[in-house]
């Protein structure tokens, strides 16, 4: 199956499924990485803080690297100059690969100037070790500013989206400033599964509600990155373009926007060591 893309500011294109790898720590990555490549994917999506980076290097080792699209994503505690560049060349290493089609800024940190951070994803671009760069998490304000600072165009932000938690002022700043959008917890960490209304349109299409609401994202341009472990639905994820919502259905999903996120909660503990600024 040849799955759409969109285009990168860099020319580069960007599958609009890619299999999440969060939480699948250490070798429990490798079985659903290694059926999802047999089922037609071929955007990975993976970061340093989910330790799964040198597992998942042994599996991509018997792919073809140039049918691949690999990002990953730094720590915020590792968001100085040195540090980034450190962090990249660690990920290649573990990866097995001269270089990355994404790199991301997992999490903005208020501690680490964002000039900084900017600065070594453009030296990592300049020496070919990254293809593009971009941010995850950021809101419309952290984002303007690291547009603001940045040399290099921001070509992605990964945000939690999903018909629960759609900020729609992001995603339009987003799009009208050539920077695509993913989708992390695009089915709301399971929970789209039981909703009504997908459930009746999954019936009303012969799909999933699961595949419903992956649907309707792509439809909106949004990149979708659904974290699965079992083949059926590795493959259900993937199986998203035999099939158009109608207007009034995209309408009905729409509806559900409630304004609550799955993670992407405002409320932080600073002592987690992801950040750096424990005492």
Not at 91 to 109: E, F, M, R
Not at 225 to 237: A, D, F, V
């Amino acid at each position: 199956m040849t799955v759409p893309t969109t285009t990168l500011p860099s020319g580069d294109e960007l599958p609009l499924v890619g299999k999440g790898t969060y939480e699948l720590e250490g070798e429990t990555v490798q079985e659903p990485v290694e059926i999802a490549l047999e089922s037609g994917y071929t955007h990975i999506d993976t970061a340093e803080g989910y330790m799964n980076e040198a597992a998942l290097g042994e599996v991509l080792a018997d792919h073809d690297r140039e049918d691949l699209f690999l990002t990953s994503k730094v720590l915020p505690k590792h968001l100085n100059y040195e540090s980034v560049i450190e962090t990249a060349k660690q990920t290649l290493a573990d990866l097995g690969t001269d270089y990355l089609d994404l790199y991301l800024i997992h999490w903005p940190n208020p501690a680490i100037s964002v000039r900084e951070t900017m600065d070594a994803m453009a030296t990592l671009k300049a020496e070919g070790l990254v293809r593009n760069v971009g941010v995850s998490n950021f809101s419309r304000y952290q984002l303007s500013a690291a547009q603001h600072v940045a040399d290099v165009p921001i070509a992605v932000n990964q945000i939690e989206f999903n018909p629960y938690f759609q900020r729609t002022d992001l995603v339009e700043y987003c799009q009208d400033n050539d920077i695509v959008v993913e989708a992390a917890a695009p089915i709301a960490r399971g929970e789209v599964l039981s909703d009504p209304t997908l459930q009746e349109l999954g019936e009303k299409y012969d799909k999933t509600p699961v595949q419903v609401a992956l649907r309707w994202a792509v439809e909106k341009d949004i990149v979708v990155l659904p974290r699965s472990t079992s083949r059926g639905h590795i493959e259900e994820n993937f199986d998203l373009f035999d099939f158009e919502l109608e207007a009034e259905d995209h309408a009905r999903i729409d509806e559900l926007d409630r304004g609550e996120p799955s993670y992407d909660d405002r409320a932080r503990s600073w002592d987690d060591d992801v950040w750096g600024m424990a005492e």
